[in-house]
Structures are given as structure tokens and as C-alpha cells.
């Protein structure tokens, strides 16, 4: 049994100070909601042992905020198939994940995400901003995970939180 954990990079800035979409930062809600999920997920005692996330300049300061809050030691990896993945995309990357990781964490961008969610989930979920959602999967391998495979145990966004 696996554990997909997959959020949504929190709210970001826009404006044409930013030469490329890849660095555009957090905005002011977005740095305040990163580390109240990565707070959520400590009281809920969810614990990741891997984050793999886009290296985006917003998905790396989501993944800042989170694990200041959350106390995270863990490993952290920045895999540039995430940003602007496709569903096929992210099928792949969550395929090659080492199988001694029970618990993943992904951190990156939409429409993926959404579509990720869905396709594994067959329940239809549409990631706000630093949303995160808990799938529960049927494998024992990474490399064995395909739509439908995924259970929806939970979806909390910064809108649910107290």
C-alpha cells in the first residue's frame, strides 16, 4: 500500500516583473497558506517521507513554507518533469519513485494536478491553490500505479482549515 500526497503550489504573484512563468514567487496569501497546510498536516500527523516537487520559483517557496511548519527533516527532490506536467507526465514521474517510500509528497502545477487526482481517483477534484489531497493506492511498487488504482481519503484547502 502507497500513500500519494499531492498539493498545488500556493496563490502566486502575477505581473510582467517576471521574465518567465518558472519564477514567478508566492503572493502575500500564498506565502500565509503554505505554512498553515504544512500546520494541518503536522496536527493531522501526516507525515511524507519524500517530497519530489517542480522547481518553479512558487512550488520551491510552497515547499519552504510547508516544511518550516510541518518540521520536516525529510528528503526533498525537484523534478523539472513537474512543472507544467500533463497527466502522462506525472504518471511517469509517480512510476519511478523508489519503492522504499511509503508516503510521497508532490508539489507542483495546473491542469496536471487535477487531472492526476481524477485519473486515479476517478472522483473529480479540482486543486485550488496549496490544496492537498490524500489517495490512498492499491500497489505495493510505484511503478504499478494507473488511473483508477487511487482512493480519494481526503482534499483540505486553506478555505476548510480554521
Same mark, same amino acid.
Given at each position: ?18 521574465? !518567465?512563468d518558472f519564477e514567478r ?95 486515479? !481517483? ?34 483540505? !484547502? ?5
Open positions: 500500500m502507497k500513500q500519494l500526497l499531492m498539493m498545488r503550489h500556493a496563490k502566486s504573484a502575477w505581473g510582467p516583473s517576471y521574465a !518567465t514567487p508566492l503572493n502575500r496569501r500564498g506565502r500565509r497558506d503554505a505554512p498553515r497546510m504544512g500546520a494541518w498536516l503536522l496536527q493531522s500527523q501526516i507525515m511524507p517521507e519524500l517530497i519530489l516537487s517542480s522547481p518553479a520559483e512558487r512550488a520551491r517557496q510552497t515547499v519552504a513554507g510547508l516544511v518550516e511548519r510541518l518540521g520536516y527533516s525529510g528528503e526533498v527532490a525537484w523534478e523539472r518533469r513537474i512543472y507544467a506536467a500533463h497527466l502522462e507526465s506525472l504518471l511517469d514521474v509517480i512510476g519511478e519513485i523508489a519503492d522504499v517510500y511509503a508516503s510521497v509528497l508532490l508539489v507542483g502545477h495546473n491542469p496536471g494536478f487535477s487531472d492526476c487526482v481524477t485519473a486515479l !481517483t476517478r472522483t473529480s477534484v479540482q486543486m485550488s491553490t496549496a490544496a492537498i489531497v490524500g489517495i490512498e493506492l492499491a500497489v505495493d511498487e510505484w511503478s504499478a500505479i494507473r488511473p483508477g488504482r487511487g482512493i480519494l481519503m481526503w482534499h483540505i !484547502t486553506p478555505k476548510t482549515l480554521p
